[in-house]
């Protein structure tokens, strides 16, 4: 497995919750990681990113509310979910964007995590 992704959980309107995605260093060290969601019948469409530099993109609904950060020493991406609402509910997943410039060439690799569910009550 190489994204381990956890903390979805039920919550009513209002809530919190904490995602974490852990992954391998290798992973870790050469990716964009993201958080997508997608509800049944629904596409997958990003929530939040975070390059290796740090720098964060958010989707509309994620600004303000949700906020994605990395820590490298422990090789994992964690999304806070604050201020939580109904329209929130869907499972989540974790995306690394790998990129390995290497001498050689580049390799280039997209992976998932195995989604966790995030359902809110109104």
């Known amino acids: 497995v190489q994204l381990q992704a956890s903390g979805g959980g039920s919550v009513q309107r209002g809530g919190s919750l904490r995602l974490s995605c852990g992954a391998s260093?290798?992973?870790?060290?050469?990716?964009?990681m993201g958080w997508y969601r997608q509800v049944p019948g629904g596409q997958r469409e990003v929530v939040a990113s975070?390059?290796?530099?740090?720098?964060?993109k958010y989707a509309d609904s994620a600004k303000g509310r949700f906020t994605i950060s990395r820590d490298s020493a422990k090789n994992t991406v964690y999304l806070q979910m604050n201020s939580l609402r109904p329209e929130d509910t869907a499972v989540y997943y974790c995306?690394?964007?790998?990129?390995?410039?290497?001498?050689?060439?580049?390799?280039?690799?997209?992976?998932w995590g195995k989604g966790t569910l995030v359902t809110v009550s109104s």
């Open positions: 995306n690394a964007d790998y990129l390995w410039i290497r001498d050689s060439g580049p390799i280039a690799a997209k992976y």
């Open positions: 260093e290798n992973i870790f060290s050469h990716s964009e």
């Open positions: 975070v390059t290796r530099g740090g720098a964060t």
